[in-house]
């Protein structure tokens, strides 16, 4: 997936339910970004409005995300 590094986390989250075919408003979204040391960092919804390239993602980053249904 293709994304900007000035793209807002939300406008990702919103970019990733359009590529699993899923409702925004329905669906409950959790991320996750790997860590350099291989930990994992959630990024609620407190870095919605932080750019991608401020939270640190960048070519060849990890992402983990779980959608369930509301």
Known sequence: ????????LRV????LC???KCIPAKTNMRLWLVM?????EELGDDWDK???DW???ENHSQLFFHILPL
Do not use: E, H, V, Y
């Open 1 to 8: 997936m293709q994304a900007l590094p000035s793209m807002t």
């Open 12 to 15: 990702f989250r919103m970019k």
């Open 18 to 20: 359009k590529a699993m």
């Open 36 to 40: 350099g040391n291989g930990s994992l």
């Open 50 to 52: 932080r750019d991608l």
């Open 55 to 57: 939270i640190g993602i």
